[in-house]
C-alpha cells in the first residue's frame, strides 16, 4: 500500500521516523500540517500513484473535490503527529475517517468495540441471582447499586432514582434513617410506581423493612437483631438480603438468615474506611456460597481524595475478592458523578478479566492526566516581547457587561435581561458577536475566557463563579 504524509516542516523529521518501513512518501507542503490546501493536494497525487492520502487531523479544509478527481481516498490522521507511529500499522486492517481525526476516531471505535465486547459478556454470564431482569454473581458484571441517602427527605425521589438509574446503577437503594416512619416508607415506594428496575431498602429498623417488603427487591444491612422480627416476611416475599455481621459473625448471621427461609442471600462482610481497618477487613472477603457485598461508597466518601481513582482502584479490588454487587454513593459534593465512575470500573474489570492488568482497555477512567503526553515540535520565531501587565484601570464596554453561569449542561450568559444559552463556550461566543453586543476586543478576549471555563465547569462537574479560579 503506498501512501501520501503531506506534513509541515515543524513536524517533517517526526513523520519520517513514524514511516520508516512504510511504503510511504513524506512530502513537506509548507511550515504547517494544518495549512495544507486542496490544490496542493491534488498536485501531488497527480505525481504519483498512491492507495491513499494521510492528512494532518488539524486540517481543516475539505478533500471530497480532491477524492473524487484523482480517485485516492483521503483520510485524517492523527492531531499530533507524535501519534502517527500508532496509526500507519493499522492501516489496512482499519479504515479511517475522512472528517475525524484518527487518533479521536480510533479512540471511539476502541471504545465502542470495548463496550460490544461487555455486553456480549454479559449475555453470556450465569448469575446466581435473577433480580428483576438483572443477573447477580455468577461470572455476570459486578452490578452498582447506587445509594439515597434519607430517601424520605428527597423533594423528588422519583428524579433522583431516575437520575441514578441514567448514571449506570443497575440498583437503587433507598435508605431511610431512625427518623424515618413506616408512613414515610410507603410514600416513597409509592411514587417510584411504574420503574421496572431494582429497587433495594436500607434501615436495620424492622418496621421500616416491613413497610417496603410489597415493593423493594433487597433488603440491605440483616443481621441478628432484625431477622427475628422480619427474615420469614422477608422469605415469604422472596426478595434478596443482603446479611451483615453484627454481634454474631457473618457466617452466623447468614445461618439465621437460612432457618428464616431467606434463600436469596447476599452477603456482606462490611468494608472499613480508610484508618479504621481497610486492608484487615479484606481478608474477610472469602467465599461464603453467596455473591458477595462490597461497600465502596463508604470508603470513597470518607477519603479526601478525587472520587475517580479511589473508585477505580476500589472497583479493583472488589474484582479481585470476586464480589458480585459493589457499592457507591453520592453524598457529598466531591463524590458526585461516582455513580457514573462506578459503572465504568465494573466495566473495566469485565474486559481485564483475561488479562493481567485493567489496562489499555478501550474505555478507561482517566479525566484530567493524560496516558500519554503529547510531544510537539518547539516553536519557531525570530522576535519575543515580553507581555505586560494588564492595566488596573478597567475599561467597560459601552454595550454593557455580561454575568456568566452554568444552569445543567448549558452555558448561559446574560446581559441587559437577554439570555445566550449553549452547550459549547465558542457557539455562545458567536452568537454574542453575532448580535453586535460586543464592541471591544479586550471584552471579547475576556468573555472567551469565561465562557471556556463555564465549559470546562460543565464537563468536569465543577462549581463556576465568573472571575474566580477555576
Avoid at 466531591?334 to 473495566?348: D, F, I, L, P
Wanted: proline residues 5%; glycine residues 8%.
Amino acid at each position: 500500500m503506498r501512501i501520501l504524509l503531506p506534513t509541515g516542516a515543524a513536524t517533517e523529521e517526526m513523520v519520517r521516523r513514524a514511516a520508516a518501513g512504510f511504503d510511504a512518501d513524506v512530502i513537506v507542503t509548507g511550515s504547517i500540517a494544518s495549512f495544507l490546501t486542496p490544490h496542493a493536494l491534488r498536485t501531488l497525487l497527480l505525481r504519483k500513484k498512491y492507495d491513499l492520502a494521510l492528512v494532518s487531523g488539524m486540517c481543516t479544509a475539505s478533500f471530497e473535490q480532491v477524492e473524487r478527481e484523482t480517485g485516492v481516498p483521503v483520510y485524517r490522521g492523527p492531531r499530533h503527529a507524535a501519534a502517527l507511529a500508532l496509526v500507519l500499522p493499522l492501516l489496512g486492517t482499519v479504515t479511517l475517517s475522512r472528517t475525524i481525526p484518527a487518533d479521536t476516531f480510533l479512540v471511539a471505535q476502541r471504545a465502542d468495540d470495548a463496550m460490544r465486547r461487555v455486553r456480549e459478556a454479559e449475555e453470556a454470564a450465569g448469575f446466581d441471582l435473577l433480580i428483576r431482569g438483572v443477573k447477580i454473581g455468577g461470572g455476570s458484571r459486578m452490578k452498582v447499586l447506587a445509594e439515597c441517602m434519607d430517601a424520605h427527605r428527597h423533594e423528588d425521589i422519583r428524579a433522583q432514582v431516575e437520575h441514578f438509574f441514567g448514571l449506570g446503577a443497575d440498583i437503587v437503594d433507598l435508605g431511610f434513617g431512625f427518623d424515618a416512619t413506616p408512613e414515610d416508607v410507603t410514600r416513597v415506594f409509592t411514587r417510584l410506581d411504574g420503574i421496572d428496575r431494582p429497587l433495594a431498602v436500607d434501615s436495620q429498623v424492622p418496621a421500616l423493612i416491613r413497610a417496603a417488603i410489597s415493593r423493594a427487591d433487597i433488603v440491605l444491612s440483616l443481621h441478628e437483631g432484625n431477622i427475628p422480627e422480619v427474615g420469614k416476611e422477608i422469605a415469604k416475599a422472596g426478595i434478596a438480603a443482603v446479611v451483615v455481621p453484627g454481634e454474631r459473625t457473618l457466617r452466623q448471621n447468614i445461618a439465621m438468615a437460612k432457618r428464616a427461609g431467606i434463600t436469596c442471600i447476599i452477603a456482606d462482610p462490611l468494608l472499613q474506611p480508610v484508618g479504621s481497618g481497610l486492608v484487615s477487613s479484606l481478608t474477610q472477603f472469602k467465599p461464603t456460597g453467596y455473591p458477595l457485598f462490597f461497600g465502596a461508597g463508604n470508603v470513597i466518601e470518607l477519603l479526601d481524595a478525587d472520587s475517580i481513582g479511589a473508585t477505580a482502584l476500589l472497583a479493583g479490588m472488589a474484582h479481585e475478592v470476586s464480589a458480585s454487587v459493589i457499592f457507591t454513593s453520592e453524598h457529598s459534593d466531591k463524590t458526585q458523578g461516582a455513580v457514573h465512575e462506578m459503572r465504568r470500573a465494573t466495566e473495566m474489570m469485565v474486559l481485564a478479566a483475561d488479562r493481567p492488568y485493567p489496562k489499555d482497555l478501550g474505555i478507561d477512567l482517566l479525566v484530567v492526566k493524560e496516558k500519554r503526553r503529547r510531544r510537539e515540535p518547539p516553536l519557531e520565531y525570530d522576535t519575543i516581547t515580553n507581555a505586560q501587565p494588564v492595566p488596573e484601570e478597567i475599561t467597560y464596554d459601552p454595550k454593557g457587561n455580561f454575568r456568566i453561569g452554568i444552569e445543567g449542561d448549558q452555558i448561559v450568559a446574560v446581559i441587559n435581561g437577554k439570555a445566550v444559552q449553549g452547550e459549547r463556550w465558542q457557539d455562545v461566543l458567536h452568537t454574542i458577536l453575532a448580535h453586535g453586543d460586543v464592541t471591544l476586543l479586550d471584552h471579547a478576549a475576556y468573555l472567551g475566557r469565561e465562557l471556556y471555563k463555564a465549559e470546562l465547569a460543565i464537563r468536569y462537574g465543577r462549581s463556576f463563579e465568573q472571575d474566580g479560579e477555576f
